[in-house]
C-alpha cells in the first residue's frame, strides 16, 4: 500500500514569509509525529498526535511553530516569520497506534530552505 | 531527560569486514532503544528496537545489537558489511511508551571495496 507521503519535497522561501508543510500518513494510522533533520541538530521530535488526544506539542522550538491534525489523517505543520534557522528537512511519520510496539514509518521529507 | 550519544560520526569499513556502532544513552527511567538507518536519498527505515526481554536483539539485513544497562549502551553491529550497507545509522530512545523518539546525532558508515 501507499507509504507517508509528504508535500512539497522542497520548498524555497523568504525569511518572515509564514510555509505549511503537508503529511499524509498511512491509511488506518491513528498516531503521527513529526521531526525535523537539520545540519546542526540532528534530528529532532517536534510533535505528536495519537487519536483524538491532546497533541505532545513538547518539541516545537518557538512559538512560531505549530501544527494541526484535521479529521485525524492529514496532517499541516506551519512555520510563521521563517528564520534562516528554520532551514531543515522536515520528516513525518506515522503508525497504527501511540505505543512503542508499533512501527514508525517515515516518509520522504520536505527540505525547507529559508534564504 | 533522555539523551542518545553516538560516539562515531563516521566510520570507514571495507567491504566484509565486522562493524560496530556504538551508542550510549541516559536515561533513570525504564528505556526503549531503538536503531534506524537512512539509505542515500531514502526515508528511515527501522532496523531494530528493544522493549524489553532478551538483550540482544536481532534486526534486517544481519544486523544486531546488544542492550547493556550496566554500561547504558546499546551498540549495533554486523559480522560483515556490503557495499548496500552505506548509510546513516541512527541510535534512539524513547522516553516513554508514547512512541516519541529522541535521536542521536547519527553515524555515516561508509563501506570501502
Known amino acids: 500500500g501507499a507509504g507517508v507521503s509528504q508535500s512539497p519535497s522542497n520548498k524555497v522561501t523568504e525569511k518572515g514569509k509564514d510555509v505549511e508543510l503537508r503529511c499524509d500518513p498511512i491509511s488506518g494510522h491513528t498516531a503521527l509525529y513529526w521531526y525535523r533533520q537539520s545540519l546542526g541538530q540532528g534530528l529532532e521530535f517536534l510533535i505528536y498526535f495519537q487519536g483524538n488526544s491532546a497533541p505532545d506539542k513538547s518539541g516545537l522550538p518557538s512559538d512560531r511553530f505549530s501544527a494541526e491534525r484535521t479529521g485525524g489523517s492529514v496532517s499541516t505543520l506551519t512555520i510563521q516569520r521563517t528564520q534562516q534557522e528554520d532551514s531543515a528537512v522536515y520528516l513525518c511519520a506515522s503508525s497504527l497506534g501511540g505505543s512503542l510496539l508499533y512501527e514508525q514509518y517515515f516518509g520522504p521529507g520536505t527540505r525547507l530552505t529559508v534564504t | 531527560a533522555q539523551s542518545v550519544t553516538q560516539l562515531d560520526s563516521q566510520v570507514p569499513v571495507f567491504e566484509e569486514a565486522p562493524v560496530e556502532l556504538r551508542c550510549n544513552y541516559s536515561?533513570?527511567?525504564?528505556?526503549?532503544l531503538f536503531w534506524y538507518v537512512q539509505y542515500p536519498n531514502q526515508g528511515l527505515q527501522l532496523l531494530l528496537k528493544y522493549l524489553s526481554g532478551s538483550t540482544l536483539v536481532k534486526g534486517i539485513n544481519g544486523f544486531e545489537a546488544e542492550f547493556n544497562k550496566s554500561q547504558t549502551s546499546f551498540h549495533l553491529r554486523k559480522p560483515s558489511v556490503h557495499i548496500s550497507d552505506t548509510a546513516e545509522y541512527f541510535c534512539a530512545v524513547s522516553p516513554s511508551n508514547t512512541g516519541k523518539l529522541i535521536f542521536g546525532q547519527g553515524t555515516t558508515l561508509q563501506v570501502k571495496p
Open positions: 536515561s533513570s527511567v525504564s528505556v526503549y
